[in-house]
Structure formats: C-alpha cells, structure tokens
C-alpha cells in the first residue's frame, strides 16, 4: 500500500511548460472584461472564433450535461442535456464537476456550439487539464472562470475568441497541485503522505495504440518522475 511509511507516495502537481489556449478578444457586455480581454487557459485544440460567447446555465444546463451516466466515455448522446440544437455557432461556458471533462464538450458541439470555456469551480481551484476536447475548447481555473461568468451576467453582446493551443513556458502555471490529487494526511498511521510532488499534470505521453502521442495527467504521470530520479 502506498500508505506505508516505507514507500514513496506521489501527489501530481502542474509544471512551467503550459499548453496554453488563450482566450483573447473579449469585448461586449455592459462592464470591462475581464484581466484586459486576455485569459489565459489550459486546452490541446485548435482556436476559433470572433464568436459570440454564452453561459450554459442560461440555456438549461450549466454543466453542459444531464442524467446518472456520468462516466459515459467515449462520450456518448446519453448526457445531451439539449435535444435539439440550442446553439448556433457561439463559444459556450461550462462549469467543471461530475461528468467528464470532454463529455461537456462533446454535449456543446452537438448542440450547435462552435467552441466551449471549461471554468472550476471553488473547490477545484486553479487545477487544469490541457484536454483533448472534441471542439476548439479551454479551460480557466476558479478566478479567471468566475470573472468571465460575472462579465457575461450583465449586458449584450459578449463575443471573443480561442486563440489555439501553444506550448509556452509560464511561472504562473507551476507547482499547482491537481484538484484529483491527494493532499494528506493520512490517518490513522501517523505518517504523511503523499511524500513528494512531481509533474504530473498535461504530460506529453505515447498514445495507447498506433504511433502518436497523448496528453496524459494524473499521479501515473507524476510517479516516473519520481522512480527515474530514484
């Protein structure tokens, strides 16, 4: 077990090289947007827009999915919450929480959404995934999420765009412990755990089948670190 006090336990942590698609261009709405109209989120696909940009829970659904199959991967249409098109073209905001990350985006892209903005919620924090959406999609951590919801609370017309993914190198980004990772301690052993951080978060992986890579995360990224150094 990786309880014992013998054996190295791993947390899985962000590091400085980010897959960063930013999203730019912010304009609209009845108040300044937000961080100057630049946001800066964690997303492996391609841009999109100018297009005009909503929240979710304005059309039934802020978390971009409905029903008990919350694991349905590869998505499937058993979590649209919008049987028919909803959307047409605009870059949709989702809030994170109980269904899969890529099911949301999947729901939004056969609703008619040309994009869509992943945003945490409190308790997951600044923890985020450089995923492999099925649309051109970002994900901003609890700050910059809640500030684009309250920008787009009030007023007409709020459009932006998603600039595309790019490897960057970001202080800002490091050492931001995943939201899925164990944060200690454990009892009743008396001994803490995990023992060690490591990069864990948007690693660049082989794919499971054929030649090409895949962006994993998780603290099956971060051990290796660890056991390599060992």
């Avoid at 912010?26 to 100018?50: D, F, Q, R, W, Y």
């Avoid at 929240?55 to 029903?67: I, K, P, R």
Wanted: hydrophobic share 40%; aromatic share 4%.
């Amino acid at each position: 077990s990786g309880n014992a006090p013998w054996v190295l336990s791993i947390a899985n942590a962000t590091h400085d090289r980010a897959i960063v698609n930013r999203v730019v261009g912010l304009s609209g709405g009845a108040t300044p947007p937000p961080n100057g109209g630049t946001l800066i989120g964690a997303g492996a696909t391609a841009g999109v827009g100018p297009a005009p940009i909503v929240y979710a829970g304005n059309f039934g659904s802020a978390l971009c999915a409905t029903g008990s199959n919350v694991d349905a991967l590869p998505p499937s249409t058993s979590t649209d919450p919008w049987p028919t098109n909803v959307f047409n073209g605009q870059i949709v905001v989702c809030d994170r929480g109980i269904y899969a990350r890529v099911i949301k985006g999947f729901n939004v892209e056969n609703a008619g959404g040309a994009g869509m903005i992943l945003v945490n919620s409190e308790a997951d924090g600044e923890s985020v995934i450089a995923d492999q959406h099925e649309l051109p999609a970002t994900h901003l951590g609890y700050v910059d999420g809640l500030a684009l919801k309250q920008w787009l609370s009030s007023g007409t017309g709020h459009t932006g765009r998603l600039e595309g993914a790019a490897v960057q190198n970001l202080e800002q980004v490091a050492d931001i412990l995943s939201a899925s990772s164990g944060r200690g301690p454990v009892t009743p052993f008396g001994v803490v755990k995990p023992n060690v951080t490591a990069p864990g978060t948007d690693i660049i992986a082989a794919a499971g089948t054929g030649n090409g890579i895949a962006i994993l995360s998780g603290t099956s990224m971060a051990t290796p670190h660890v056991t390599g150094a060992a």
